[in-house]
């Protein structure tokens, strides 16, 4: 059904951008997109334009996020926001990601309290906010767990291990998040809130002119390279549209307010991502089993977001091997 309702998705450009984009119109709203630079999404745009017609999406230029302000043009007239973009630069300084990922986050809310119109906001957290791939540990998480640990790791002064600057990324998805609630509970705002938290994205692209971010991951064991990826512990994985998907279900159904929807379908690791590959292209010559990667034990219901599927009309989860096999379709692989 088709709604004259628009959304706007900041970081319409990305892997996971692009697909939240994709489902809102899918679901019959109309799309915004913001892009550091507009060029940047003319594949995409071309591809929803011959997908869903033309008129269904615009596409605006925000080309720093994290200044006061940066959105006040983008959301005005809009009925919902789904802020996925972050600062993606993966740096080890923290100073140059934590802050300037918060700011983005309390600049657009701020954008958002004047405009009348917005009914919600959708904030795209990570699992790296609830906590970093722990191996072989058995634990529980829910909507009340925090990454504090790598809040505190991020800041500790120099020098910086390899994987200092997941740290980083994990903290200021942790720190911004966080703004999100405290901006919730100190400024009352007018629409809901609600943050998705996705763990790794499998899954198709919007167009292979457009491959980033985990887009590249099946790519990469596709052509043999799975060193590359070890520093990508075990841990839970979701295919992309999923993730579009609850980002639509927190706007559609209004009753959903002030969740932390979890994006964790099953546990894998490479060994995994392995397996299937060699079962849906068993003709291609695949590495061998990486010894010694061990598994994500952790525990966390996911009961109320399977439900939010199907409500949208789906039978639940998107499981591993379609998501890798429509991954590869994708890239023509």
Known sequence: MASNHIVLVTGISGFLGSHVADQFLEAGYKVRGTAREVSKVD?????????YGEGRVEVVAVPDITVEGAFDEAVKGTHAVAHVASIMS????PAKVIPPTVNATTSILNSCLSISSIKS????????AVSMPK???????????????????????????????????????????????????????HFTINSVLPATNFGPVITPDTVSSTANFVPMIYGGNVGALLGVLPQYYIDVRDTGRLHVAAVK???????RLFGWVEPYNWNTVLTVLREIR?????????????????????VKEEELLRRLGRIGWIKLPQAVEDGLKSMSM
């Not at 790598?150 to 800041?155: E, I, L, M, N």
């Not at 068993?282 to 996911?302: A, C, I």
Request: one cysteine or more; hydrophobic letters at 30%; charged letters at 35%.
């Open 253 to 259: 159904f209004l009753e959903v307010e002030n969740e």
């Open 43 to 51: 594949a995409i745009k071309k591809a929803f334009d011959s997908k």
């Open 282 to 302: 068993p003709q291609h010559q695949f590495p061998e089993n990486v010894p010694g990667l061990g598994e994500d034990m952790s525990k966390v219901s996911t």
């Open 121 to 128: 906001f959708v904030y795209t957290s990570s699992s790296s």
């Open 135 to 189: 191996p072989n540990v058995p634990c529980k998480y829910d909507s009340n767990s925090w990454n504090d640990d790598d809040v505190k790791a991020a800041w500790k002064p120099e020098p910086w291990d390899e994987n200092h600057q997941w740290t980083v990324y994990a903290a200021s998805k942790t720190e911004a998040e966080k703004a999100l609630w405290k901006f919730r509970d100190e400024k009352r705002p």
């Open 90 to 93: 993966f740096d080890k300084d």
